[in-house]
């Protein structure tokens, strides 16, 4: 907290309240630290899942996870996919609770840390999922999503990025939502 009022990303504001100084440096934090320290620190692994399309896995595991009391969201690719309709993405990236984990963990998938094409990190939070569905799987938060893509760092998922920020980020913050 000292640090962030020290910065100028809190500032004072009435009744002992306090305010979001410059917000787009902050996200730019945000960004940074999800990418050194929360990532790392939510990485369960990459797996090898036996059906080849990301639609195709996560139909699968939508059905596995259905009447789940558990947490589950799609982030990185396709929940920017779901969002733009721009990026056609080879993975999927799921944040899990552990009752989702465990639940996905029935499925036959083997450990593949350098060619998986599913990535399961876990859920710190149900904060971490977005509250309006945005179609077929509960996606991540715009902020997380636009984060995992710039950690993919490929172009077209740095293209995608930007056109979250734009479309969902930038309006939360000039509209205060």
């Known amino acids: 907290m000292r640090e962030l009022q020290q910065r100028q990303w809190l500032l004072p504001a009435a009744k002992d309240k306090r305010r979001f100084g410059d917000i787009k440096n902050l996200i730019e934090l945000f960004v940074r630290g999800y990418a ?29 996870l259905a009447n789940l009391h558990g947490h589950w969201a ?5 929940a920017a996919r779901q969002l733009t309709q721009y990026l056609e993405p080879n993975t999927v990236t799921l944040f899990v609770d552990e009752q989702a984990r465990l639940k996905l963990g ?14 399961l990190l876990r859920l710190p939070d149900p904060t971490f999922i977005a509250e309006k569905a945005q179609g077929l799987w509960p996606l991540a938060t715009p902020l997380l999503i636009y984060a995992e893509l710039l950690q993919d760092g490929g172009q077209r998922e740095i293209e995608t ?17």
């Open 36 to 64: 050194l320290k929360l990532r790392p620190a939510c990485l369960l692994g990459r797996y090898r899942q036996q059906k080849r399309t990301p639609q195709e896995i996560l139909n699968g595991f939508a059905q596995r």
């Open 74 to 78: 799609v982030t990185g690719g396709m």
């Open 106 to 119: 029935e499925e036959p998938m083997l450990r593949d840390e350098t060619g998986g094409n599913v990535t």
């Open 161 to 177: 990025a930007e056109m979250i920020y734009e479309r969902f980020i930038e309006t939360q913050v000039t509209h205060g939502k």
